[in-house]
């Protein structure tokens, strides 16, 4: 039963050619619109086959755009069922029937007029519908567009828009969880508190400034520096913090190396569960790094099965060994597969040591055994991965970053503090105290010179 046949109690009040939509029309809306941005459209449900398409449109406009499609405007947030109509030629011609959502700005997602058709999910219906928007004046958005605008006017930060895209692309339960605290502002609070404790600090660095000779309490400074020491403390720790949520967010990648033929195909087939790499006895028989996606401790991991490390003659054999050290190096972890005929590889940095083919040759001491044939110890590996997986993502509840740019910014942020405690003039230091500030407020996308005058009158009363 599809959408429409449930929704009963929706009215269907939409009557073609009563208001067509003439050319004059479409001049008056073109000209209504002059000076905003155009009306954008896309499909919010994606193109993958499904019952219902969701077309969702957004822009000043809007609304005519909408009343023009299906007679007046539903009312505000409640959905309508509406036969939605193209109106240009001379006869209207229906486009389907479909659930008409009318969301008014400010109180939507982008802040501004927005609506949402609920279509039949066939490609001819989608089509139609996009040639008609296009015909009335609107516009396909580009990629994160309705998030931009959602941004640009206020309904969001930069903080929370990057959480919205890692909510999209989140494939485990643990990275929902941190991209929907990112969305609800998490971080957004935490860089606020900083900024605002950098605010006052550079509210008493202007003061010391601009009234060198004014009668200022001697502890001004003392406490502008403890201040500044406890800010940069704070925030270098949450770097560190902060590595297991970029880790999380991004997945981790893990390496199994070791020489040819001691199974790390069959480990990593039997890791994937399916035959992503050829198996062969015959050595040198994967070139090229493999590459598969599992989840491992609730964490997505690519594995990455490189070519046999040997010295070898073989020029893209010796290619693919290259490439296998790249990617040891890059690598979260790497895991060193060995058999019991061999001495086990010496062990560097972050790194398990896993010993294969245990039902010919036992394990050593220290080495994961596992048989990838009779699946021994296979269990006991798959923990260990996971549990290694955890440890590498984990930090507090609360990340203080997800990405690169956040830890790039925090980092900025923390080497002009650090600049400023040690500079003694007081005009050097104000400057690397904004530049930090300027460097934290890109983190959420509010660089803010409006408050920073506020609390420099408002605390000191510059200003009467
Ligand atoms: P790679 O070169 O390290 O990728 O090794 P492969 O995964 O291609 O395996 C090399 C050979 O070892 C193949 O013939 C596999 O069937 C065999 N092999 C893999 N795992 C085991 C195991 O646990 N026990 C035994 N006896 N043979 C295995």
């Known amino acids: 039963m599809s959408h429409l046949d449930q929704d009963k109690e929706v009215k269907d009040n939409a009557v073609p050619g009563a208001d067509k939509m003439t050319m004059a029309m479409t001049e008056m809306f073109m000209r209504e619109s002059d000076g905003?941005?155009?009306?954008i459209f896309a499909l919010a449900s994606g193109l993958s086959r499904a019952a219902i398409a969701v077309m969702r449109l957004s822009g000043v406009g809007s609304g005519r755009i909408v009343e023009s499609l299906c007679g007046r405007l539903p009312a505000p947030r409640r959905a309508s069922l509406r036969g939605l109509w193209r109106r240009d030629g001379a006869e209207p011609v229906l486009l389907d029937r479909a659930l008409v959502l009318w969301f008014p700005g400010p109180d939507s997602y982008t802040g501004e007029d927005s609506a949402e058709l609920?279509?039949?999910?066939?490609p001819a219906v989608i089509n139609a519908v996009a040639d008609t928007l296009v015909a009335l004046g609107a516009r396909p958005a580009e990629p994160g567009e309705f998030s931009r605008r959602a941004?640009?006017?206020g309904r969001m930060d930069l903080m929370q828009a990057e959480g919205i895209a890692d909510l999209i692309d989140a494939e485990t339960e643990a990275q929902r969880r941190q991209a929907l605290a990112?969305?609800?502002?998490?971080q957004s609070r935490l860089y606020q508190q900083w900024a605002d404790r950098l605010r006052v600090l550079l509210a008493h660095q202007e003061a010391l400034i601009d009234f060198p000779d004014e009668e200022l309490p001697p502890e001004v400074e003392q406490r502008l520096v403890d201040g500044l020491q406890e800010l940069h403390a704070t925030?270098?720790?949450?770097?560190?913090?902060g590595a297991g949520a970029e880790r999380l967010r991004r997945g981790l990648v893990?390496?199994?190396v070791?020489?040819?033929?001691v199974g790390k195909s069959s480990l990593l087939n039997a890791l994937a569960?399916?035959?992503?790499?050829?198996?062969?006895?015959?050595?040198?028989t994967t070139r090229d790094a493999i590459e598969t996606r599992i989840v491992l401790g609730d964490v997505p991991v690519t594995l990455v099965d490189t070519a046999g490390l040997r010295d070898t003659d073989d020029e893209i054999e010796a290619e693919g060994v290259r490439r296998s050290l790249f990617h040891v190096k890059q690598a979260d972890c790497v895991v060193h597969v060995f058999t019991g005929s061999q001495a086990p590889p010496r062990l560097e940095g972050d790194g398990l040591l896993v010993c294969n083919k245990i039902d010919l040759h036992d394990a050593p001491e220290g080495a994961i055994g596992i048989s990838v044939l009779t699946h021994a110890g296979m269990d006991v590996l798959r923990d260990v991965l996971a549990a290694h997986a955890r440890a590498l993502t984990a930090g507090q509840a609360q990340a203080p970053f997800t990405r690169a740019r956040h830890r790039a910014a925090i980092e900025e942020t923390v080497h002009h503090i650090g600049r400023a405690l040690g500079m003694d003039w007081p005009e050097m230091r104000g400057e690397e105290m904004r530049l930090a500030m300027r460097a934290l407020g890109r983190l959420t996308g509010a660089v803010d010179v409006e408050a920073l005058l506020d609390t420099v009158f408002g605390q000191f009363c510059i200003g009467k």
Do not use: W, Y
């Open 36 to 39: 905003h941005p155009p009306v």
């Open 118 to 122: 609920h279509l039949h999910a066939g």
């Open 151 to 153: 941004f640009t006017h």
């Open 182 to 186: 990112q969305v609800d502002g998490a």
């Open 235 to 241: 925030m270098q720790a949450s770097l560190l913090e």
């Open 254 to 256: 893990f390496a199994i």
């Open 258 to 261: 070791g020489a040819p033929n």
């Open 273 to 284: 569960g399916r035959d992503a790499a050829i198996v062969s006895p015959r050595a040198g």
